[in-house]
């Protein structure tokens, strides 16, 4: 496998998340039920869900060359957040997703 991605898909029931190498082959992949209570058990669920997968497939976040990521709602891809319109997760709205995955795994995400 040549280099490694991370991909999120942040929905409005699972968090989807996968190993892609830079041929588009995905070698491992994994899905987490959202608890849309709020955006901070989200990013906490998230966060699980990355730690999980880093984990079990026995890499840390420096074997990969960035993360991509989408999410629900209407994303401002500037500033790497939820916009105003949050979908159907309470509070999502405004919710920093890029900031945050960068400070816990020093790993750019790309909206």
Sequence with gaps: MGKKYLGIDIGGTFIKLGIVDDAGNVSMRREVPIDRSGSETVMETLMSGIDTLLEDSG???DAF????????????TTKGCVAENGGNI??????SVTGPLFERYGVRATR
């Design 59 to 61: 890499l840390t976040a």
């Design 65 to 76: 060359e960035g993360m991509g990521v989408s999410a629900a709602g209407c994303i401002d």
């Design 90 to 95: 309470p509070n999502w709205s405004f919710t």
